[in-house]
C-alpha cells in the first residue's frame, strides 16, 4: 500500500489529506478562506497567502492525526506546484519541502487541474475507467475541455478565453448583491426562479471548443443595474428594483451551463468518448449535472460535493498514478529545485 500526503495551498483553501493507494481517503482536512475574502467579494491574494501560512501546518497535522498513521508510514509528499496564485503555491510547496527533507521523503509536484481529473478516481463506490473520456474542469479560475486518451495523457479540447466558468457565478452574485461565493448562492435562488425569464446571449456558438463568458456577464449587468458604468460606491443603490433575483439567476445560469454542456456534449461524440467526466468547484451545480445527462446518451461522472471544490486529497491521487510505481519501488527522485508553476497546462505534463 502507497500513503501519500496531499498538500493544497493554490487559491484560497489550506488543505492537507491521506491518500491510500489512490483511491481511500484516509484523511482530509480544508480550511477554507470563505469568510476572510466575502467582504472583498472575491480572493484577496495577499490576505490568502498569509492565511495559508498560519494555518498550514496546523492543517497537516491534523491530517496526520485523523489518518491515524505516524509521519514514518508516509511514502511519499504530494504538493499542488501550480497553476494558481504564487505567494498562496509557494507557502504550501515550501512547507512540504521542508517537512519531506526532515522526514527524509520522495516530493513530487502535483498539476492542480490534474487534481480535479483524479477526484474522480476518489468517488466511491469507483468503477474502472475505459478511456478515451472527455474532462470539463470547471472552477473558480478554469474552465478546460480535455480528451483524455489514458493516466497522464490529455489533449486540451479547448477552454474560456476569458473568464472562468465559476468567475462568471461569483461576478454575477456580486452584481445580485448574494454571499461570496456567488455559485452555491445563485443555484439557491434560481431554484426558485424561472430560467426562460431572460434571454441571455448563449457565447461562441461555433465549431471551437472555446468558451466566453465575459459577454454573458456583461449583458446580465445591462439588465439589473440601474448605472451600469456609474459610481461604484454604493452598489445596493445600483441594482435595479424591478428585477426579480431568482429570476435573473436562474436564466443567468441556465445561459452558461447551456454553453457548457452543448461543447462538451459535442466533444464527447465526435471523439467516441466512453463517459463524460464533469470536476471543479462549478460541477457541484445540480443543473449543470442534470443537463448534461439529459444531452449525451454516456455516462457522465462528477465527484462528491467535498470533493468538487479545492481539496488535497485529489492531489495525493495524482501523485499515486504518475509516481506511485517508483515510490513502491524507492527510485522516486526528489526535485529539490521545485519551483512554483502559476500557468501549467495540463497539455504540458511531462
Ligand atoms: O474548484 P474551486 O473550489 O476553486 C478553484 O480551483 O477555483 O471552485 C470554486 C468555484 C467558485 O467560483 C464557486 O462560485 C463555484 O466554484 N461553485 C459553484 C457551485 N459551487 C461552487 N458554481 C455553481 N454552482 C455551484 N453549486
Ligand atoms: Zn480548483
Known amino acids: 500500500m502507497t500513503y501519500i500526503l496531499g498538500i493544497e495551498s493554490s487559491c484560497d483553501e489550506t488543505a492537507a489529506a491521506v491518500v491510500i493507494d489512490g483511491k481511500t481517503i484516509a484523511s482530509s482536512v480544508i480550511a477554507s478562506q470563505i469568510d476572510l475574502h466575502a467582504q472583498y467579494g472575491g480572493v484577496f491574494p495577499e490576505v490568502a497567502s498569509r492565511a495559508h501560512v498560519e494555518a498550514i501546518s496546523t492543517v ?13 508510514t508516509l511514502d511519499g509528499i504530494a504538493v499542488t506546484q501550480g497553476p494558481g496564485l504564487v505567494g498562496s503555491l509557494l507557502v504550501g510547496i515550501n512547507y512540504a519541502k521542508g517537512l519531506a527533507m526532515s522526514l527524509n521523503k520522495p516530493l513530487m509536484g502535483i498539476n492542480h487541474l490534474e487534481g480535479h481529473v483524479y477526484s474522480l478516481w476518489l468517488t466511491q463506490p469507483f468503477r474502472e475507467v475505459e478511456f478515451p473520456v472527455v474532462v470539463l474542469i470547471v472552477s473558480g479560475g478554469h474552465t478546460e475541455l480535455l480528451l483524455m486518451r489514458g493516466h497522464g495523457q490529455y489533449e486540451r479540447l479547448g477552454g474560456t478565453l476569458d473568464d472562468a466558468a465559476g468567475e462568471a457565478f461569483d461576478k454575477v452574485g456580486r452584481m445580485l448583491n448574494l454571499p461570496f461565493p456567488g455559485g452555491p448562492h445563485i443555484e439557491k435562488a434560481g431554484q426558485n426562479g424561472n430560467a426562460s425569464a431572460y434571454a441571455f446571449p448563449r457565447a461562441k456558438r461555433d465549431d471551437s471548443y472555446d468558451f466566453s463568458f465575459s ?6 449587468m445591462r439588465e ?14 445600483q441594482l435595479r428594483t424591478d428585477i426579480s433575483v431568482n429570476d435573473v439567476a436562474a436564466s443567468f445560469q ?8 452543448i461543447k462538451t456534449a459535442r466533444a464527447a461524440k465526435t471523439y467516441n468518448a466512453t463517459e463524460v467526466f464533469l470536476s471543479g468547484g462549478v460541477s457541484a451545480n445540480q443543473r449543470l449535472r442534470a443537463m448534461m445527462k439529459k444531452e449525451t446518451d454516456l455516462p457522465v461522472r462528477y465527484p462528491p460535493l467535498n ?6 486529497a485529489m492531489i495525493a491521487a495524482v501523485a499515486h498514478f504518475r509516481y506511485g510505481d517508483k515510490l513502491k519501488k524507492g527510485t522516486m527522485p526528489t526535485d529539490w529545485d521545485m519551483d512554483v508553476r502559476t500557468m501549467w497546462s495540463l497539455s504540458d505534463m511531462r
Do not use: F, W
Open 60 to 72: 497537516v497535522d491534523q491530517a496526520m492525526r485523523e489518518a491515524g498513521i505516524p509521519y514514518a
Open 215 to 220: 459577454g454573458l456577464k456583461t449583458a446580465v
Open 224 to 237: 439589473v443595474m440601474v448605472k451600469p458604468s456609474g459610481d461604484k460606491t454604493d452598489k445596493k443603490s
Open 254 to 261: 441556465e445561459a452558461l451551463v447551456e454553453t457548457l454542456v
Open 307 to 312: 470533493l468538487c471544490t479545492d481539496n488535497a
